[in-house]
């Protein structure tokens, strides 16, 4: 992807790079469970020379499915398509290897991301109620002026 005169390019995070969990964070709070997901997953980036602009975690559920568990970009380039680019590219990269089906969960208070993963082919397929309010979050979660109680799991084919 282009935006300007600068290129961003995709690729995995090698294994003696730092993870960005200031990245990570913004997606989901909980450091705890970014590590519970993170040894089974494997981290992309979009970089521009060099700097890391965003992150997303794919984690195999089987050889045939995957789940993005995380997905974050800096905060100042928000709305410039670097989420987009990152999970097209992830579909592609998915899709060739021969994986069936993605999936991505968010919550009921995540708007702008429930319209994102909608317009990108996903679909709701199931709701985990009160996954927020019982499970790995001790603070409750605001956004939209809406509390996240609920998770909302998306799948879509490859
Ligand atoms: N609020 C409102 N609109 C949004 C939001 C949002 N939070 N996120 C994306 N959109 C819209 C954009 O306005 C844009 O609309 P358009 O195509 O009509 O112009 C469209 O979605 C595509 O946006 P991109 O620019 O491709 O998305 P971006 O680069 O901002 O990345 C992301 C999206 C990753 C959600 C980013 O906003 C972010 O890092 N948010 C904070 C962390 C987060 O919430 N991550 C997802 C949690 S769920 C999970 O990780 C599985």
Redesign the pocket.
């Known amino acids: 992807m282009i935006t300007g005169t600068t290129q961003i390019t995709f690729r995995l995070l090698a294994p003696h790079e730092p993870v960005p969990y200031h990245l990570l964070l ?3 709070p909980s450091r705890d469970m970014i590590d519970s997901y993170l040894s089974s997953s494997r981290v992309f980036i979009a970089e521009t020379e060099g700097q890391i602009q ?1 992150v997303m975690v794919i984690y195999n559920r089987t050889n045939l499915e995957v789940e ?6 800096e905060e100042r ?9 990152l999970i097209k590219n992830g579909i592609q990269l998915c899709r060739q290897e021969g994986v069936k089906k993605m999936y ?3 919550a009921n208070s ?4 429930l ?2 993963y909608q ?1 990108l082919g996903f679909n709701i397929e199931e709701i985990r109620n009160n996954y927020f309010i019982n499970q790995h979050y001790p603070e409750p979660i605001f956004e939209n002026g809406i509390q996240a109680k609920h998770l909302i799991m998306l799948s879509r084919k490859l």
């Open positions: 913004i997606a989901d965003g993005i568990k995380n997905i974050a970009v380039l928000h709305g410039k398509g670097i989420g987009t680019f991505i969960g968010t995540s708007i702008g991301q319209y994102l317009k």
